[in-house]
């Protein structure tokens, strides 16, 4: 340009700020170095208020988070806050209990919040604020009396709105910290425990069937499942709108609910919206199998499944398919891990 300045320049500012928006927020802070221009807009608040830095996981520390929320972020238009590390080895430790404090008396629409592979020894559940209502600890240590200890909860108010918690292969979630949610978070609506190998599927059922709202069960990869375990609990389980029950396990000397099993779960669910499990090594047109497939192609309101562990080649599925169609099939292997229910 004759000017010197480059041709971004010269686009409206309203252009600019939507390409913005297409950018993660670690790009956003590392283009406000460019130029004062960018810096200024870098910093509209309209970015900021879904705040997700897990693709500059290796990058983030206490000392940013500190930097971001008392310059950038506009806490009181925050509306989620997703970290993580990205490193598997090693958690590490990024809240402080002034850090969490100041976000919680600082952003009054906040409602999720997603940590992976954070170490929360130095805060508790209370520290957190009050108006979020979807909580995902991924991979996290969680201490024992994380949620234990909650008598300030009932006092601030956040106990009785969290409905979503997502505590997927976290250490140290066993059937006390799991009576400890129940206890504490009777209108949860969402509850994934997936890859959490301290519990087993019947102190799972025996803490949730108590929890009347729950409507969306991940128990993934947890052990398992017995056909006793699923009648015994069947009634119950057919009370969940998303379920899931995949056993993506890698040794094939563990023994795997049978398709008997699966139609104790589908048969009179009207509720089923998304379902996933893991099939036996079985064929379409075996006794079993069928029946559970025109089940599940009656129910009015399912609209996804996702299916692991059918090892019966690509014209049993392509068949399976047509069978339930309109309803979403996938077919994972049996190795996939389940890292996000809802968007597989």
Not at 241 to 248: F, I, K, Q, Y
Not at 314 to 332: D, G, K, M, N, Y
């Amino acid at each position: 340009m004759s000017d010197g300045l480059c041709w971004f320049h010269h686009l409206p500012e309203e252009l600019v700020i939507t390409i913005f928006t297409y950018l993660d927020h670690a790009t956003l802070i590392a283009i406000r170095r460019v130029c004062r221009y960018w810096n200024r807009l870098a910093k509209i608040p309209l970015l900021w208020r879904h705040v997700d830095l897990r693709s500059a996981s290796d990058r983030v520390t206490l000392t940013t988070l500190w930097r971001l929320v008392n310059h950038i972020i506009p806490l009181r238009l925050l509306s989620s806050l997703c970290l993580a590390k990205r490193s598997t080895r090693t958690r590490f430790r990024l809240f402080s209990v002034a850090l969490i404090s100041k976000i919680a008396a600082s952003c009054p629409n906040l409602e999720r919040i997603v940590l992976e592979n954070c170490d929360l020894g130095e805060v508790n559940s209370y520290h957190f604020p009050p108006s979020c209502v979807d909580l995902s600890l991924i991979r996290c240590e969680i201490p024992c009396d994380w949620f234990g200890n909650l008598q300030p909860v009932f006092i601030t108010g956040f106990q009785p709105h969290l409905h979503s918690l997502d505590l997927s292969r976290s250490t140290r979630v066993d059937a006390k910290i799991l009576r400890a949610i129940r206890t504490a978070f009777p209108n949860l609506i969402k509850l994934h425990l997936s890859g959490c190998f301290r519990l087993s599927f019947s102190s799972v059922m025996s803490e949730v069937s108590q929890i009347d709202s729950l409507k969306d069960l991940s128990v993934a990869r947890i052990g398992c499942i017995s056909d006793e375990c699923l009648y015994r609990w069947r009634d119950r389980l057919r009370r969940f709108a998303r379920l899931d029950l995949s056993l993506t396990v890698d040794s094939a000397s563990l023994a795997r609910y049978s398709v008997l099993g699966i139609s104790y779960v589908a048969t009179g669910n009207a509720e089923l919206e998304m379902f996933r499990f893991s099939w036996p090594t079985a064929r379409l047109e075996d006794d079993e199998v069928g029946p559970v497939v025109e089940e599940l192609s009656g129910m009015e309101r399912l609209r996804r499944v996702v299916v692991s562990d059918l090892g019966s080649g690509r014209a049993v599925e392509t068949e399976i398919r047509r069978r339930l169609s309109p309803v979403v099939v996938r077919f994972v292997s049996a190795t996939e891990v389940a890292t996000n229910w809802g968007g597989r």
